[in-house]
């Protein structure tokens, strides 16, 4: 018996349909980004554009920041790769409507408008804020650390520029002092370009001297942070300026030995990596609120330490949405007295751990230290047990999207502030993908 299949024609005229819509279902996540992004305030993008004339017509913004959104959370993030899904992918050329830029105008696109991409986040979080998604109750902090687009191969300690610089110096006076030689000299090495030598190592030179710079201020300011100055003669002082005695490991504004600096992207700081090692990395901090998983601040810095961060981020959610938490919830890494004497006058209360969980709690002095004494106190309640137990629900889950679901494990920008954006860029992505979730359900 012969066997009857559907028809296959692959060389019709028409193999799509009139309608790229008719090939989604309904509810896909594309649909619900256009619609979103429509709904936004995209002015600020057009500004950019205002003025412009019939020679040069740029792509549409609200399709750009459509097919970015999408990219970023469908865990596409090259523009290359967004280029290669605009003309592959059924939900990209939906969203592009028969526009396909190339990778240079996306990669263009998205480095001109950092600042509109962070105030597109702001503007999300206010949506699922009217939409009844978050209701800031209980927001719980947590940071991860992010690779930066550092190359591991392009670092150098501070010991090492020290002895690269005499290194390249030597090297420099050698290869004047071959320029210097005779007509007949320079013969016997003709395949030897002196200038173009000269050149290079005067370049590698100039970089490695200017991030030494970079190492010394950086050290400099921390030392002026905790109380140094360039004539303490090495000797630790208290609060009031009297010598305690002893002597100060390193002269002031002398970086350790092993302190590094990254050539590719200076603001990145070497940071510990989860499981073991160390890379060029930035440090993301996210406040989610318990309501929907909703990210409602994000934010990004160059300190591995979280403790200077609680404060800022509780600014941000207040910065965002217009008002503070009821509850703030964070682990011991977020720990200070000082950080709690600021934050004891916000309407926000605060469930810090003090240690390491597992570990049991060190006796605190109420004396020097009242208000972590409080926060003891607090966790030994059975109310702050149960709100420290829900910490780890509702933080770690974004992360572990960021990373896991969307795949976001290395920046593609460089430098702080650009990286900054990005990471914001990444959780309005993920804000949205969480969103149109919950719609559907």
Sequence with gaps: ??????????????????????????????????????????????????GGGARNQPFHPAMMVKVLIYGYATGVFSSRKIERRLHEDLAFRMLGAGNFPKHRTIRD??????????????????????????????????????????????????????QAEGELKAQIDVLLERAKSTDAAEANEPELDIPAEIERREVRLKAINEARQRLEKRQRDADIERGRSDDDERKPRDEDGNPKGGRYKREFGVPEAKAQD???????????????????????????????HIIVAAELSNNAADTQQLVPMLQAVKDN????????????????????????????????????????????????YPHTAAMAAKLQTD?????????????EPPNGWIKSVLGFRQFSLRGLHRAQAEFKLVCLALNLRRMGAMQVA
């Design 1 to 50: 018996m012969a066997i009857s299949y559907r028809p296959y024609e692959p060389q019709q005229e028409m193999l799509l349909p009139a309608s790229l819509q008719d090939w989604l279902p309904k509810g896909h996540l594309a649909y619900f980004i256009s619609d979103t992004v429509d709904a936004l305030d995209l002015g600020a993008f057009y500004a950019r554009y205002a």
């Design 109 to 162: 696109f998205r480095a001109l408008h950092l600042k509109e991409f962070c105030d597109l986040f702001v503007q999300v979080v206010k949506l699922a804020r009217e939409m009844g998604l978050v209701k800031l109750g209980t927001v719980a902090i947590d940071g991860t650390k992010i690779k930066a687009n550092a190359s591991r191969h392009k670092a150098m300690s501070y010991e090492r520029m020290q």
């Design 262 to 292: 990254n050539f590719t992207d200076p603001d990145s700081r070497i940071m510990k990596r989860a499981g073991g090692g160390f890379d060029a990395s930035y440090n993301a901090q996210t406040a989610v609120d318990d309501t929907s």
């Design 321 to 368: 949405t217009g008002e503070f938490p009821r509850q703030g919830l964070a682990d011991a890494g977020y720990r200070s007295e000082d950080n709690f004497e600021q934050l004891a006058v916000l309407p926000t209360e605060l469930v810090v751990a003090l240690g390491r969980e597992g570990k049991s709690q060190a006796q605190v002095d109420a004396a020097t």
């Design 383 to 395: 109310e702050g047990k149960a709100a420290y137990r829900r910490r780890k629900w509702i933080a």
